[in-house]
Every structure is written in C-alpha cells, then in structure tokens.
C-alpha cells in the first residue's frame, strides 16, 4: 500500500525536479500541499499529486493547441 501523503523530496523525485523546485511550488500555492507536526513539515497528499499532474497535462496540451509546429522547411 502506497502512504497517503509525501514528503517534498519524494514529489521531486516523482516529478524528475530538484526539491526547492518543489518548495517553491508549495509555497507559490501552486501545488497543495500540508503543515504537519511541531517543526511544521510539509506533505503532499498524493491524489492532490495526481490531480496537479493531470492539471499540467491539460495545461500543456492547451499550450500545444495554441503554439503549433510550424513547417521549417523554407529555412
């Protein structure tokens, strides 16, 4: 059985990105993330991962859909 919630560094690793990258994405508000314990630790539930992930897929493909490939041929 999976945990539930993540530390930092496993969502680095998850999204191939260095930890302060994560950092920054939880704090920015970008990526929903929790407060735990009495050092205040952060935890990223993992649904909340896959819903962030499935986000920048469509993100992404939006960008795609308004940025086409161009033919470079004539260059």
């Given amino acids: 059985m999976e945990p539930r919630f993540l530390l930092l560094s ?15 994405m939880v704090r920015s508000g970008e990526l929903p993330a929790i407060k735990i314990g ?3 630790q952060w935890r990223v539930e993992r649904a909340r991962l896959e819903e962030y992930i499935q986000q ?8 795609v859909r308004g940025n086409p490939l161009t033919d470079r041929d004539g260059e």
């Fill in 38 to 40: 009495g050092r205040g």
């Fill in 56 to 63: 920048k897929y469509a993100e992404t493909a939006e960008w």
């Fill in 10 to 24: 496993d969502v680095a690793a998850e999204l191939n990105v260095s930890d302060s990258q994560v950092y920054h």
